[in-house]
């Protein structure tokens, strides 16, 4: 079974923009299951697959480094997801994850992004 992680980078978090990233992770959450992925968070324990309700109220701010860090040192993630509102929320660099040889895809989408291109919004066919 393919595990996907996700990572959590919002916020600032406030009732308007709240709502987008829900629906998106709803949309992500049945899209896992549909592909009989398992879905799990970073900053949960990552060897518990996540459930619809930790997703839909997870409250972890992880800085970027911290998640580098953890997901670097877990050879049981397949994909990692890194919803971000711009990248000016990382705090370190981006480039830095994709040399960690154990990945086999990092997929990086935007919510309420305009300057970000359109194909940012996708992770494996899923528009966001």
């Known amino acids: 079974m393919k595990k996907i992680a996700v990572g959590y980078f919002m916020v600032n978090l406030n009732e308007s923009n709240w709502q987008v990233i829900s629906d998106m992770y709803k949309a992500l959450y049945e899209y896992c299951n549909n592909k ?3 879905l799990h968070a970073v900053y ?3 060897s518990e697959e996540l459930t ?3 997703l839909l109220n997870a409250a972890y701010r ?3 480094k911290d998640f580098k860090r ?3 040192e877990d050879r049981r993630i397949d994909h990692v997801l890194l919803p971000v509102l711009s ?3 990382y705090d370190d660099g981006y480039d ?3 040399e960690v040889p154990h990945f086999g895809k990092i997929s990086m989408f935007y919510v ?3 300057e970000i291109p359109e194909e940012a919004y996708e992770f494996d066919g899923i528009p966001f």
């Open 87 to 89: 990248e000016s929320y």
């Open 70 to 72: 953890r997901v670097s």
């Open 112 to 114: 309420n992004s305009p």
């Open 62 to 64: 992880p800085t970027f």
């Open 44 to 46: 949960h324990d990552i």
């Open 36 to 38: 009989n992925y398992s």
């Open 96 to 98: 830095d994850l994709l």
């Open 52 to 54: 619809e309700y930790q």
